[in-house]
């Protein structure tokens, strides 16, 4: 069954409620996000990998004042991938306590769950570089 507008916008609330529950601290609530076999994958920006949601959480709270005070997603595209699964790429921000702001792209495969739509995998793909590395034609001549 192709992914409806209620799906659509079920995942969009999904992705969304990340940054809601990391910045206020509610931990307790990452069953609402992820599945509990989530794999959330920090490799590209060079960390191990979390697998659980109680690994994801004792990170967060062995981070402490470290996490980013905000997190923000926009640009969300989502992919319908048949039988309750979709994909997703969106922009994420994340603001520091130094006044920094970081950019990543959010890659998550979301399963379609009993109780909603849930993130079984996150990759985390830091964005370092204008136009995805690629040189300008002036660099490139």
């Known amino acids: 069954m192709a992914l409806g507008p209620h799906d659509r916008l079920a995942i969009h609330e999904t992705i969304s409620l990340h940054g809601h529950l990391f910045d206020e601290g509610e931990l ?4 609402e996000l992820f599945t509990e076999d989530v794999v959330y994958d920090l490799s590209p920006i ?3 990998a979390m697998h659980g949601i109680e690994e ?3 990170a967060a709270l062995e981070l402490g004042p470290d996490n980013p005070l905000a997190h923000h997603v926009t ?3 989502i992919t319908d991938e048949g039988e309750g699964t ?3 790429r969106c922009k994420a921000l994340a603001l520091t306590a130094e006044g920094t702001t970081r950019s990543a792209t959010y890659i998550d495969t979301l399963d ?3 109780t909603g739509w849930r ?3 996150r990759v985390v793909v830091p ?3 204008p136009l995805g590395g690629k040189r300008s034609a002036a660099e490139s001549a």
């Open 127 to 129: 964005r370092r570089s």
């Open 28 to 31: 307790g609530r990452l069953g």
């Open 75 to 77: 640009n969300v595209v």
């Open 112 to 114: 379609r769950t009993e």
């Open 46 to 48: 060079g960390q191990a």
């Open 119 to 121: 993130i079984r995998k």
């Open 86 to 88: 979709a994909t997703t």
């Open 56 to 58: 994801i959480r004792a």
